[in-house]
């Protein structure tokens, strides 16, 4: 089922007298410039397979959210996984027709399994595979504020943050879809899997297919994960620096991977590696060069100076940290500066005193800061000239279109604006009703939701230059939550909520020009492209929502680190994040902390910082033009690496750059024709095994409360890493100085 065009451009004609020689090499070398428009598309294995498949990770990656590494498995694993099963389904299924001599005629057999069902089943795959960010609401406000928050309104959030990114997507497709320039490098990482697992493929010289080392792998990790996941999950992190002086701080601050600054710390645990910064396996060598510069100078220069010299009184408290602390070092008690409308209580604030937090976290928000005038430096530097151009073709009719643009003008209908358009009014229109009808539980005003999808607007192109062309993307996650927060203060769902309807419908909109740059390199008709992305996208988020509410009514305690068993592996690392900015930028608000009313003013420099940087490096490319290595120096990327930090730790970094350096270098130099054939599989293999041995271990053993206790499931081993240093500071089970 495919829509052809019902008059065919001519071949001849202007549109395709364009060079037909893609732009970038790494497209020309991958991407096939053939398409056979009647290839089966829309049948019912791509409706079992794809749906399964989103159902499945949805599941998954939503039972990891609040674990403490939590594991994304991508849709690479779903990608490889329905081969077979694809392959199985065209022999067994019955090829009668239905209905035959109508419009409805179908089959459920229309012959061999196609690429382009394929494809599909791994847009369904990627739906499931990318996390539902607003789920952090509902987190936030039940798990950590204790207050209300309803499943209708929770659900309606989580779809409307989902799918409002269409609208972006409609509105730039034309300026990050169809040029050449914009080759979105992850896609090739797919394009080269479609390839691999489709074309016929002759034994290699180590004996084995892709498909037989994918259920190797799969086996594999799927029974090595007991030992992390239950019997020893020391493997998780392996501080061993630890261990020479268990009771000496300074010893426990240098060597914790989870709490301090990680050296040699290293985890034996994919959960641990891949958890945050996604396979190290995918990561080409230029982005992991530039993510280990940015780790080595905030973990390594800038936390040990700052701490060390005591800037904002680093060493009351710990060396890492995403707490909220009191000035005399004790953690910050939130629920007591709430009023019973929601909002900060002045009275009680004043009482407890001004909000704190360990420098590590406040550095952690300038470099925030700092990335997002690099991001909008660098792109107006770099690619400010291209993205002109491309507005004024776009205007004038004559843009200049890459080859695979121009086969699917030429084959298929494209997607009208209009449809891209009519979800954004209808999502638009579904927020403003929670404005009005849900006001005392979501607090967001009607003119809060319209100005966070204008920050959307202006940033997406922008964001989406970058994530175009080096697969690394700076989240609006700070500056949404800086504007909201002098905007409409001390309203902390209010916050949350514009900075999920700013940050995530732009990161969507990203996600969906994706997928549209893969249908145009793997010829998918765009109009099935787009029903697939609706469907999938409303299929994960009624997954994601189910799952969330049922883990909050299955797992005691669920997040409260104080109340639950030492080794609990639900302590919700990125929900306490999240929980801490509402508090910092909703509750409290920015003027009090980053403020004329607040310690940490002088972060705000960093903006400056962010916007000079990219800067030196354009006029070090203009001086030195022979110096190649210089253009490969991303700020963005460099200073943006450790935006995830906290919640991610010093072992996630260390050990996903290890394996990142080896397989992105060692192994792609030496051994290119094992990593060409087995790399992305070993990843995807990797992937499944640890997420279906986790789920299992939940259902049969955790879930029930069956633990084992003994030295190797005690933690890392580094007990006073967390003290503070500075004198008179009491810490319960810190020595006190």
Known sequence: MTEIRSELESPGSDLYADD?????PQVELTVPKTDDPTAPTVTFRMWVLGITACVLLSFVNQFFWYRTNPLTISSVSAQIAVVPIGHLMAKVLPTRKFFQGTRWSFTLNPGPFSTKEHVLITVFANSGSGAVYASHILSAVKLFYKRRLDFIPALLIMITTQVLGFGWAGLYRKHLVEPGEMWWPSNLVQVSLFRALHEKEKKSKWGI???QFFVITLVTSFSYYILPGYLFSLLTTVSWLCWISPKSILVNQLGSGSVGLGIGAFGLDWATIASYLGSPLASPFFATANIAVGFFLLMYVITPLSYYLDFFNARTFPIYSGKLFVSNGQEYKVRSIINDEFRLDHKAYAEAGPVHMSTFFAVSYGLGFATLTASVVHVLLFNGKDLWNQSKGVLRGNKKIDIHTKIMKRNYKEVPLWWFLSIFAVNIAVVIFMCFYYKTQIQLPWWGAFLACLIAIFFTPLI???????????????ITEYIIGYAYPERPVANICFKTYGYISMTQSLTFLADLKLGAYMKIPPRTLFM????GTLVAVLVYA???WWLMAEIPNLCETSLLPPGSQWTCPTDRVFFDASVIWGLVGPRRMFGDLGEYANINWFFLGGAIAPALVYLATRIFPKKKWISNIHIPVLIGATSIMPPATAVNFTSWLLMAFVFGHFVFKYKREWWQRYNYVLSGGMDA?????SVLLF????RSDVTLSWWGNSGEGCPVAKCPTAKGVIVHGCPVF
């Not at 037909?20 to 970038?24: D, F, G, L, R, T």
């Open 689 to 693: 095994g640890t997420g279906f041995m």
């Open 699 to 702: 259902l049969a053993l955790q």
């Open 464 to 478: 989406g230059v970058i994530k175009a062309t080096t697969n690394q993307a700076p989240g609006l996650n700070i």
């Open 20 to 24: 037909e020689i893609s732009v970038v």
């Open 532 to 535: 697939a992305q609706v469907v």
């Open 546 to 548: 189910s799952t969330a």
């Open 209 to 211: 297919t892709r498909n």
